[in-house]
C-alpha cells in the first residue's frame, strides 16, 4: 500500500474503551457491510443508521434521553426550537384548515403564521390563553391542531392544559405544547392529554448559551414517523457535536434547575414591593394568571421572571437596565449567567388586550449568588425611581 493510501486506510485501535461521556459520532456518510443492508437503508431512518442527517449514536443517545424526561416512547432533534415549531405545525396542518395558537405564543410564531403558513392557505387563529375549556367554542371542523404554551413568552400566563387537551381530544384534533419554560423537568405536557411537547433545548435544557437545538416528543409511533419523514423532506438534522453539548447540559439540568428556581424565589419580594413596579409575573406568585394550575400541574418553576413597570420608568428604562451589570442584556435564556430582555414596544397580540402600558422587563435568573443579583436589581430600581423623585419635586 501506498502512503497516499495508507493516510486513508486508517486502522481503528484495538482494546475496550468506554468512556463515561457519550462519545461524538460525526458522521455524514454510514458505511454497509453488504449491499443488500445499503439498499434497504431507507428502513434503518427510524431506529438504525442511514446518513448522518438522520441520526447518530450521539443524536439517538439524546433523543432517548429526552424521550425517558418527557414520558415519552419516541423524541427527535431539530436544529433550533423555532424549527421543531414549525415542523410540527406544518406536519399536521393542510391548506384551508385551521391551526390555533395562544396569543402570548414565542415571538417568531405570529409572524410564520401570518406571512408563512398564509402562504400555504393554512389559517392561524390566536386565542386567549385564559381560555381553558371553552377552547371548544373555537373547534369547528376546520382546525386541526392546537398549541399551548405554558406559561406563555414574556407574561407568563399559565393554561389549564387538561381542560384544552379534554376539549380537543372530544373532537379528534391534535394538540402540541411549547414547553421551553417548564422543561420536561417542571411539566410533563404528554401525561396532561397533549399529543407532541416540543423544546427550545437551547434554553434549560443545554443550559450554557451556547447551542441551539429544539427537540419533540410524542407517544404515537404513527405520529413519530410522520414528523421524521417530513424532518427528511425539510433537510433537518443536528450534528454530533451539538447533541454532545445538550447531552453535557442535561446532566446537570436538575441541580441548575433548583438553583435558577430557589434564587428566583427569593428575589421576588424586593421586586413585588418596589414602588417602580406595577406586576410581577412568575407561576410561583399566587397573583400570577392561571396559578392554580400551575399548581396542579407543574412540579416546580424556574428562574424566569416578567416585570409590568410603572409607565413613568420608560424615561430611564435604558439607562436603568444598562446599570443591572450582573445581567447581560439579551434575547434568549435558562443559561448559566442571568440575563435580561427588554420587550418590544407594543407586544402584538390581537385576542387578548396588553396587560399593562408601562415597560415590560424580562430577567432569566442564572447561577450568581442571589445577594449579587439583588444588589444589581436595585441599582437598576433606584435609577427607575429617580424620574419619580424629580417629577414629584418639579425639576
Ligand atoms: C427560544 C424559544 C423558542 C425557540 O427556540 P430556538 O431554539 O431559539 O429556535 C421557542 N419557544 C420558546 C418558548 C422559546 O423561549
Given at each position: ?8 486506510k486508517?486502522?481503528?485501535a484495538?482494546?475496550t474503551?468506554a468512556s463515561?461521556s457519550v462519545?461524538?459520532?460525526r ?13 434497504n ?8 443508521y442511514s ?5 447518530t449514536?450521539t443524536a439517538r443517545?439524546l433523543?432517548?434521553?429526552i424521550?425517558?424526561?418527557e414520558?415519552?416512547?419516541r423524541a ?27 396569543d402570548?405564543?414565542?415571538d417568531t410564531?405570529?409572524?410564520?403564521a401570518?406571512?408563512?403558513l ?10 386567549d390563553p385564559?381560555?381553558g375549556?371553552?377552547i ?5 371542523s376546520?382546525v386541526?391542531?392546537v ?7 414574556m ?8 381542560a ?11 394538540t ?8 420536561p423537568?417542571r411539566c ?8 407532541i ?8 435544557i443545554?443550559?450554557h448559551?451556547d447551542?441551539v437545538m429544539g427537540?419533540?416528543?410524542?407517544n404515537?409511533?404513527?405520529i413519530f414517523r410522520?414528523?421524521k419523514?417530513?424532518?427528511?423532506f425539510?433537510?433537518?438534522?443536528v ?5 454532545s453539548l445538550?447531552?453535557r447540559?442535561?446532566e ?5 434547575l433548583d438553583?435558577?428556581?430557589?434564587t428566583?424565589?427569593?428575589l421576588l419580594?424586593?421586586l413585588v414591593s418596589?414602588?417602580?413596579?406595577r406586576?410581577?409575573?412568575h407561576?410561583?406568585?399566587s397573583s400570577?394568571p392561571?396559578?392554580v394550575?400551575?399548581m396542579?400541574?407543574?412540579t416546580?418553576?424556574?428562574?424566569l421572571?416578567?416585570l409590568?413597570?410603572e409607565p ?7 439607562p ?5 451589570k450582573?445581567?447581560?442584556i ?9 440575563v435580561v ?12 388586550a396588553s396587560?399593562?402600558?408601562?415597560p415590560v ?5 442564572g447561577?450568581e449568588?442571589?445577594d449579587?443579583l439583588?444588589?444589581s ?5 433606584d435609577?427607575l ?11
Amino acid at each position: 500500500m501506498h502512503d497516499d493510501t495508507k493516510c486513508l486506510k486508517v486502522p481503528v485501535a484495538n482494546g475496550t474503551f468506554a468512556s463515561l461521556s457519550v462519545p461524538v459520532h460525526r458522521a455524514s456518510t454510514i458505511v454497509f457491510d453488504s449491499v443488500e443492508a445499503y439498499q434497504n437503508r431507507r428502513s434503518a431512518i427510524y431506529d438504525g443508521y442511514s446518513y448522518g442527517l438522520y441520526g447518530t449514536p450521539t443524536a439517538r443517545t439524546l433523543e432517548n434521553a429526552i424521550a425517558a424526561i418527557e414520558g415519552a416512547s419516541r423524541a427527535l432533534v431539530l436544529p433550533s426550537g423555532f424549527a421543531a415549531i414549525a415542523l410540527t405545525t406544518l406536519t399536521f396542518a393542510a391548506a384551508g384548515q385551521r391551526v390555533l395558537f395562544p396569543d402570548n405564543a414565542y415571538d417568531t410564531v405570529r409572524p410564520f403564521a401570518d406571512r408563512f403558513l398564509g402562504r400555504l392557505g393554512i389559517k392561524p387563529l390566536f386565542y386567549d390563553p385564559l381560555i381553558g375549556g371553552n377552547i371548544e367554542s373555537l373547534l369547528d371542523s376546520s382546525v386541526q391542531l392546537v398549541w399551548v404554551e405554558s406559561p406563555g413568552s414574556m407574561t407568563l400566563e399559565v393554561q389549564d392544559i387538561p381542560a384544552i387537551t379534554s376539549a380537543c381530544r372530544a373532537k379528534g384534533i391534535l394538540t402540541a405544547a411549547d414547553n421551553t419554560y417548564a422543561t420536561p423537568l417542571r411539566c410533563k405536557p404528554l401525561a396532561l392529554g397533549v399529543d407532541i411537547s416540543v423544546c427550545a433545548a437551547s434554553k434549560y435544557i443545554s443550559g450554557h448559551s451556547d447551542v441551539v437545538m429544539g427537540s419533540i416528543a410524542v407517544n404515537d409511533e404513527a405520529i413519530f414517523r410522520q414528523l421524521k419523514d417530513h424532518s427528511r423532506f425539510l433537510g433537518q438534522g443536528v450534528s454530533a457535536d451539538e447533541a454532545s453539548l445538550v447531552l453535557r447540559g442535561m446532566e446537570t439540568m436538575a441541580v441548575r434547575l433548583d438553583r435558577c428556581e430557589q434564587t428566583a424565589l427569593s428575589l421576588l419580594d424586593l421586586l413585588v414591593s418596589h414602588e417602580a413596579v406595577r406586576e410581577v409575573r412568575h407561576p410561583a406568585l399566587s397573583s400570577n394568571p392561571g396559578h392554580v394550575f400551575w399548581m396542579r400541574d407543574f412540579t416546580g418553576s424556574t428562574g424566569l421572571i416578567t416585570l409590568f413597570l410603572e409607565p413613568w420608568t420608560a424615561p430611564v428604562l435604558a439607562p436603568a437596565v444598562e446599570a443591572m451589570k450582573q445581567f447581560a442584556i439579551g434575547a434568549s435564556w435558562g443559561g448559566t449567567k442571568s440575563v435580561v430582555a427588554v420587550l418590544d414596544q407594543p407586544p402584538l397580540r390581537t385576542a387578548t388586550a396588553s396587560p399593562h402600558d408601562g415597560p415590560v422587563v424580562r430577567l432569566s435568573i442564572g447561577l450568581e449568588h442571589s445577594d449579587d443579583l439583588a444588589a444589581s436589581l436595585q441599582q437598576g430600581l433606584d435609577i427607575l425611581l429617580s424620574v419619580r423623585a424629580t417629577a414629584k419635586t418639579g425639576k
